[in-house]
């Protein structure tokens, strides 16, 4: 079936250091591709989406890349921030009929240090 | 910029009981979905809904739970029976053709 998978976390690092967060997927079609964010205590976020192949998403410093030929989709930051302290999903999403399907990763939390 | 607000924010409710977490989608989105968190797992599709009636719904959504929007502006999900691994965070979320909006999530406790 259709699946995300993010590299396992946390992720532990410096101000001002660069992040990658990969991201891979398996889809029978051709689905879009989403980050969202955690903050501590509150509710999903959209970071930066994806529709189509070689398609980049950013989205406060943050970008991705829809890669079709390895099916990846790694969300990246040149200088990360203590208050990019959060857990960050991957999604993909499918038309089903209608309406789009959301297929979450596991989440990868990032806590970044001053 | 229009929401997704769920309420309440925190529940706690006793196994066995009744639970109706309720959402007030975007008013124009035609889609309404719920999505449930386990603490630290990730989050899982449970039910789509697409002019009153459900469209989809994954292996999690059994007999004990079901959905309703009753006048047309609350989406509600309703637990008949609620069991310790119910304890979770639930969001609802609403879309158009093209994105989704999540509410903030109701956190359900069972004890």
């Known amino acids: 079936g259709d699946s995300v998978t993010q590299m396992e976390g946390p992720v532990t690092l410096s101000e001002e250091a660069f992040l990658t967060i990969n991201c891979t997927y398996t889809?029978?079609?051709?689905?879009?591709l989403f980050w969202y964010v955690q903050y501590p205590g509150e509710g999903l976020q959209l970071l930066l989406k994806?529709?189509?192949?070689?398609d980049k998403g950013s989205n406060k410093g943050f970008e991705a890349t829809y890669r079709k030929e390895t099916t990846s989709f790694h969300l990246e930051k040149g200088s990360v921030q203590v208050s990019d302290s959060a857990v960050y999903f991957c999604?993909?999403?499918?038309?089903?009929?209608?309406?789009?399907?959301?297929?979450f990763g596991t989440g990868t939390r990032l806590l970044v240090s001053p | 910029e229009p929401e997704v607000t769920q309420t309440p924010s925190h529940q706690v409710t006793q196994m066995g009981q009744e639970v109706i977490l309720r959402c007030v989608p975007i008013?124009?989105?035609?889609?309404f979905y719920w999505y449930r968190q386990i603490l630290g797992q990730k989050v899982e599709f449970l039910v789509s809904?697409?002019?009153?009636?459900?469209?989809?719904k994954s292996e999690i959504f059994d007999d004990q739970f079901s959905v309703e929007r009753p006048d047309g502006s609350n989406f509600t999900l309703k637990i008949r029976s609620t069991k310790l691994e119910d304890s979770a965070m639930y969001f609802c979320?609403?879309?158009?053709?093209?994105?989704?909006?999540f509410g903030s999530g109701t956190r359900l406790t069972v004890v």
């Open positions: 979320a609403s879309s158009t053709n093209y994105g989704y909006t």
């Open positions: 889809a029978t079609g051709y689905p879009s």
């Open positions: 994806a529709t189509k192949a070689d």
């Open positions: 999604a993909l999403s499918l038309r089903v009929g209608g309406f789009q399907k959301l297929v």
């Open positions: 008013s124009n989105h035609l889609y």
């Open positions: 809904f697409y002019n009153n009636e459900i469209s989809e």
